[in-house]
């Protein structure tokens, strides 16, 4: 079964410095996406990174960036040049094929001024 | 671009009415259609998926029920609320069921069943 693990259940970063957060998953299947969202107070979903389990290369969005590590079946969010607007809940979640999204309990970030 | 809605933004029900959470899709065709819940301070709990109208799976057993009278359309009800179904309901739609189709979704319905 799918499973996906955020181990932070909340971080501190210093505005304008660089934090990562972590997320593991889990699956038998060799074809799947990862995928991160951030959650503000007001509630939606916003997407920000995806990567492909056969993509080469880590995936970059701005000042988002995944550290994709396959044998160690990691996907951390390094978010750079933090600030405030960055504070919110962050939720890593997997989709392998024919599949729903799968997704983790999530890490709160907290961008200190 | 694709755009998707839901209404009401927030709503306060009593313990036993029933209800209706709307949601629409606009800019694209026969998308996959999903429905969260999600409890305070809590993790996304999928309740229903359709991958086409009249093609609609439960996740998880409960008082409520799903349909999809239309191709972007997909609304969520319940007979009679219970205090547990209070939470923040989101609606999510993609393109296919493709490992590499991201999710995307609607700002949100918050419950409360008092």
């Known amino acids: 079964a799918q499973k996906i693990t955020q181990t932070q259940p909340g971080m501190f970063v210093q505005e304008k410095e660089t934090v990562t957060l972590d997320c593991t998953y889990d699956?038998?299947?060799?074809?799947?996406?990862l995928f991160w969202y951030k959650q503000p107070s007001s509630g939606e979903m916003i997407f920000l990174i995806y990567?492909?389990?056969?993509?080469?290369q880590n995936a970059t969005e701005g000042r988002y960036s995944l550290n994709f590590q396959k044998a160690r079946k990691s996907a951390n969010l390094v978010i750079s040049a933090s600030h405030l607007g960055d504070s919110a809940m962050y939720f890593c979640?997997?989709?392998?094929?024919?599949?729903?999204?799968?997704f983790g309990p999530g890490t709160r970030l907290s961008v200190l001024p | 671009s694709q755009t998707i809605h839901q209404w009401p933004a927030t709503l306060v029900q009593p313990v036993g009415s029933p209800l209706s959470l709307e949601c629409t899709v606009e800019?694209?065709?026969?998308?996959?259609l999903y429905w969260y819940r999600q409890a305070a301070g809590r993790g996304l709990q999928l309740l229903f998926y359709s991958i086409g109208i009249d093609q609609i799976s439960s996740e998880v057993p409960q008082n409520l029920s799903a349909s999809r009278p239309q191709d972007r359309q997909f609304i969520l009800s319940s007979k009679k609320l219970l205090l547990s179904d209070s939470g923040f309901y989101l609606c999510?739609?993609?393109?296919?069921?493709?490992?590499?189709?991201?999710?995307?979704f609607g700002p949100g319905t918050r419950l409360t069943v008092l």
């Open positions: 699956t038998s299947d060799p074809s799947y996406g």
């Open positions: 979640a997997m989709r392998d094929r024919g599949q729903n999204f799968v």
């Open positions: 800019g694209t065709s026969n998308p996959n």
């Open positions: 990567q492909g389990s056969y993509d080469q």
């Open positions: 999510a739609w993609s393109l296919t069921s493709r490992s590499t189709d991201t999710q995307y």
